[in-house]
């Protein structure tokens, strides 16, 4: 199936400092969602984004859905040891329903 | 319940044998999704019930695999004959509420080793 090319593929960061991530895909979604997991669960949704130019903000993460409707970005304001784990993208296109297509991930350490 | 929930929470297959996965999704969630997820991948989706109908089960990677819905609320995966290459964290998800339709929530999973 369809993956998103997600980037950067990991990041290792000190506490405090912000974290961007982005998301593209070579399709128009009319939905963009981010996820993150941590080991042994599933994806708990974080932020959902559904017009081009949307910013929507959730505590400290920030995300924009991108102009082009192919992009979609990610931001985590002084991150936190309880910001670790692994982050997904998922973008939606009008031609597949209901279906999600997901990034391949973005593993975010932060070094207390 | 508040959240999706699936059972086994992990199981073990000798090659050739049958599973049956099970997903509750949220009460009054119209939609209900599987995905399989491999080691260090994304979701990779598999198929999609609207209440009982599977309106697409494109995702499906082989005749083996099974998705029911029979009365628009419990689901269950099955697979048939299981190959080692099945081993993977099989995901369910929901949507359809009344104020966040399409926004999936996923359950922990069920992960699946085929010796």
């Known amino acids: 199936g369809q993956q998103l090319n997600q980037s950067p593929q990991s990041m290792f960061i000190q506490e405090g400092e912000d974290v961007s991530m982005n998301c593209t895909s070579s399709s128009i979604f009319n939905t963009w969602l981010w996820y993150k997991q941590d080991p042994g669960e599933g994806p708990v949704l974080l932020i959902a984004l559904y017009k081009a130019g949307e910013l929507t903000s959730n505590g400290r993460l920030t995300a924009q859905f991108g102009i082009t409707r192919k992009d979609s970005f990610l931001n985590i304001s002084a991150s936190i040891p309880s910001d670790v784990g692994i982050y997904f993208c998922?973008?939606?296109?009008?031609?597949?329903?209901?279906?999600?297509?997901f990034g391949t991930g973005t593993s975010l350490t932060v070094i207390p | 319940g508040a959240g999706v929930s699936q059972s086994p929470r992990y199981k073990v297959a000798k090659r050739g044998q049958d599973v049956a996965l099970r997903c509750d999704p949220i009460s009054g969630h119209v939609s209900l999704f599987w995905y399989q997820q491999a080691l260090g991948q994304g979701p990779e989706f598999l198929t999609y019930?609207?209440?009982?109908?599977?309106?697409?089960k494109s995702g499906l990677p082989s005749d083996r695999f099974f998705a029911e819905r029979p009365e628009g609320s419990v689901s269950t995966l099955k697979i048939q004959r299981t190959q080692q290459e099945d081993s993977a964290v099989y995901l369910c998800a929901s949507s359809g509420g009344l104020t966040s339709y399409n926004e999936q929530f996923f359950g922990p999973g069920t992960r699946l080793t085929v010796l």
């Open positions: 019930f609207q209440n009982e109908a599977q309106l697409d």
């Open positions: 998922a973008g939606q296109t009008s031609n597949t329903g209901n279906q999600f297509y």
